[in-house]
C-alpha cells in the first residue's frame, strides 16, 4: 500500500511537472510511476487470486496466477518503451522543441528522489530483516527508479543550460532502463510458466532431508514453482523393517524441516525401503 501510495504521488507530480516543462524525461518519469502504480495494483491482485486455495478446478491450487499477473506487466512494460523510445527519436531527428525547464523541475525531481530514496532502502530495510526473496527482488526493481531519476536530473540540468536534446537522452536512458527490467521480468515468468525449477533448490532440498534422522537416502526430487508457491516432489528410503506408523512420523518430519526452511513450498513424499538404516 505505501508503494501504491507513492506511486500515485510521483505520477501526479512528474505529470504536471512534464506539462509545464513539456520534458519528455518528466514524461517518461511519470510512466515509470505508472507502471510501478500498475505492477503493484497487478501484483496485489495476482497475489489476493493466487492465495486462494485449491479447489475441484485447480488441484494445485491457484498461484500461476501470480505468474498472469506478471505477464501482464510485462506488457505495459514493453508497450512504454515503444511509446518512450518513439517520441525520443522524432525529437531528435527534428529541430528541438521549446522547454520550459525552471526550478519546478528540479523541486518535482528532488521530491522524486526523496520519495524513491525512502521507498527503496525501507524494501531494502525489510527484505533483510525477513529474508524475503520478493522483497529483494521488488528493491532491485526500485533501486533501478531511484538511480535512473538522477540521470533525469542532470539531463535536466543540461537542458536548462542550452542542451534541450539532453532531454531526449535522459528519456532513452529511462527506457533503457525500464527495459532491463522487462527483461530481468521476462525470464522470471518464462521459468514460471514452463515450469523450470529453481537452480540449485533440488541440492539444498537433499542435504535437507538427509540430515533428518533414519533416512537412508532420497532421489528423484522434483521441484517446479508457481508464483510465490513450490511443489515438491521425492522418494525418500528408509529401513525396510521400520512399521507404518514410524514411517509416516519420519515424513512428517521431513516436510516440516523443509517448510521451515522454505515456508510456501508443498511437499509430497514416497517412501521406499532401503538396505540398511543410516547412522544419524
Do not use: C
Amino acid at each position: 500500500m505505501i508503494s501504491i501510495l507513492a506511486a500515485v504521488g510521483l505520477i501526479a507530480i512528474k505529470l504536471i511537472a512534464g506539462v509545464l516543462t513539456n520534458s519528455l524525461a518528466l514524461y517518461s518519469e511519470a510512466g515509470h510511476s505508472a507502471i510501478d502504480l500498475m505492477a503493484a495494483v497487478v501484483t496485489y491482485i495476482a497475489v489476493k487470486k493466487g492465495s486462494k486455495p485449491p479447489d475441484r478446478e485447480h488441484h494445485f491450487g491457484h498461484a500461476k496466477y501470480e505468474s498472469v499477473g506478471a505477464l501482464a506487466q510485462l506488457v505495459i512494460l514493453v508497450v512504454l518503451v515503444g511509446g518512450i523510445v518513439y517520441s525520443a527519436i522524432q525529437r531528435l531527428s527534428v529541430a528541438p522543441p521549446e522547454l520550459n525547464i525552471g526550478w519546478i523541475a528540479f523541486v518535482v525531481m528532488g521530491i522524486s528522489i526523496s520519495i524513491e530514496g525512502w521507498r527503496t532502502f525501507s524494501l531494502l530495510h525489510a527484505a533483510r530483516k525477513t529474508g524475503s526473496e520478493a522483497l529483494a527482488a521488488n528493491f532491485t526493481h526500485f533501486l533501478s527508479d531511484f538511480l535512473d531519476s538522477f540521470v533525469v536530473l542532470f539531463g535536466l540540468f543540461m537542458a536548462s543550460l542550452g542542451y534541450p536534446k539532453a532531454d531526449s537522452f535522459a528519456a532513452l536512458f529511462v527506457a533503457a532502463v525500464i527495459l532491463s527490467v522487462a527483461i530481468r521480468l521476462g525470464f522470471q515468468v518464462f521459468h514460471s510458466l514452463t515450469d523450470r525449477a529453481p537452480e540449485g533448490l533440488a541440492r539444498e532440498v537433499e542435504g535437507i532431508v538427509l540430515a533428518v534422522k533414519h533416512v537412508i537416502g532420497v532421489h528423484d526430487i522434483r521441484i517446479r514453482q508457481a508464483g510465490s508457491q513450490l511443489f515438491t516432489e521425492m522418494h525418500v528410503e528408509l529401513d525396510h523393517e521400520f512399521p507404518l506408523a514410524k514411517v509416516h512420523d519420519i515424513l512428517d518430519e521431513i516436510e516440516a524441516a523443509l517448510r521451515h526452511r522454505y515456508p510456501a513450498m508443498h511437499v509430497s513424499t514416497h517412501p521406499e525401503p532401503g538396505q540398511r538404516a543410516r547412522s544419524n
